[in-house]
């Protein structure tokens, strides 16, 4: 697992620019099953406003955890229109599974506390989203 890391973290993820009320974000796209196991695992930052956006083909319960992941998160599920139905504060290295609560298609991961300082809450929707797998 770790080679097949090393290798997609070289290839690099697809980016793309997101708008979160009024605010413009850079997030890495994982759209495949393997993307997005991988996630933000073994990362040692994350710079400001950018993310990683978790892409999936249906809407249904999503459940994420911190395992190798080394950055303090938070994270907003979204429903297929990119209407936030959770957001949540996630810790290093947990494995602890933190739930959308509700059908999620989309899930956002942004540094600890991001959502908070731009006032971004439940019910608020994500522009610019990429079309489901």
């Known amino acids: 697992m770790t080679l097949l890391w090393i ?5 690099g993820l697809p980016t793309t620019t997101l708008t979160v009320g009024d605010r ?17 695992m073994y990362r040692e930052d994350l710079g400001a406003d950018r993310g990683m956006l978790f892409v999936y083909p249906d809407l249904a319960e999503r459940r994420f955890w911190m395992k190798n992941t080394k950055i303090p998160l938070s994270i907003a599920f979204t429903d297929g229109q990119g209407v936030i139905v959770r957001i949540a504060d996630m810790k290093p290295l947990d494995t602890n599974t933190t739930s959308s609560g509700a059908p999620a298609q989309y899930a956002l991961e942004m540094n600890r506390g ?5 006032h971004v809450k439940e ?3 994500l522009g610019g989203l990429p079309p489901a797998p």
């Open 123 to 125: 019910g608020d929707r």
């Open 114 to 118: 991001w959502f908070v300082a731009h």
């Open 7 to 11: 290798a997609c973290a070289a290839a």
């Open 24 to 40: 413009s974000i850079t997030v890495e796209v994982a759209d495949d099953e393997v993307e997005r196991s991988q996630g933000l």
